[in-house]
């Protein structure tokens, strides 16, 4: 249990670069190799953890091809790459917390793997939202800028030249009222870009945390077995 969290932590400080390479899937390499290694030394029997060691095989197997394909600066395919490595990332994950959760009884502390499973499924509906507001402010922003105005302001530049002192300012003053609306829009979603991005940072240590707690409690489950009835091949 303790290489899982040990996992999930290293995965925490994923995206660095060095030297202008990009590292990310690297770590995440050595993330899916200690969960791996977590994974296979509890209950091999269980359901969902049966399912997690082939899918994590091909999540390393992806991250070595992003990481080549970062050196080669072949960014429309790592992009599709990805975005594989996004969703089968998300179905790993969610079986090993089903996983985990299959040894509530022998936790202390037995409201921590639903509260794991929560704070990892609300990062991913905030990022959800994060991505949807996006789309909606960015049309939002275009839909609010008079493209005739910008037109006019156009030929305007056209003839700055002309233009004394005065009159340029006056023009630049114009035109930006006319964009004001699209640079308010701008303003509250980086407002809440900013918002939504500590609330999920907040949410991850939280995921930390309680996982942390699961694998202590573990540990001390193990050094003091009790007669509960626990999933078979516990070491």
């Known amino acids: 249990m303790n290489f899982i969290f040990y996992g999930f ?9 060095l030297g202008g390479v990009n590292i990310g899937p690297l770590i995440s390499i050595g993330a899916y190799f200690l969960i791996q290694k977590g994974v296979l030394s509890l209950d091999r029997e269980n359901p969902n953890f049966k399912k997690v060691p082939t899918l994590l095989y091909v999540l390393m197997g992806l991250s070595g091809l992003n990481f080549v394909l970062s050196i080669l600066k072949l960014g429309d395919v790592a992009f599709f790459v990805s975005i594989a490595l996004f969703i089968i990332d998300i179905i790993v994950i969610y079986n090993v917390i089903k996983g985990i959760q299959s040894y509530t009884d022998v936790l ?10 929560k704070r990892w499924r609300m990062t991913y509906i905030l990022a959800a939202i994060l991505f949807v507001l996006s789309i909606v402010m960015v049309i939002a922003a275009i839909a609010s800028v008079s493209w005739a105005a910008i037109y006019d302001f156009y030929l305007a530049i056209q ?23 699209a640079f308010l829009i701008l303003f509250l979603w980086a407002f809440a870009a900013i918002a939504l991005g500590i609330w999920m940072l ?34």
């Open 9 to 17: 932590l290293l995965s925490f400080f994923g995206g660095f670069e």
């Open 108 to 117: 202390a502390d037995k409201n921590q793997p639903v509260k794991l499973f």
């Open 159 to 181: 003839t700055a030249a002309v233009l004394d002192q005065a009159a340029l300012e006056a023009m630049l003053t114009n035109y930006m009222t006319i964009l004001a609306p």
């Open 202 to 235: 907040v949410l991850r240590i939280m995921f930390l945390v309680s996982m942390y707690r699961i694998q202590a409690d573990y540990q001390v489950y193990l050094a003091n077995p009790t007669p509960v009835e626990t999933p078979t091949n516990i070491q």
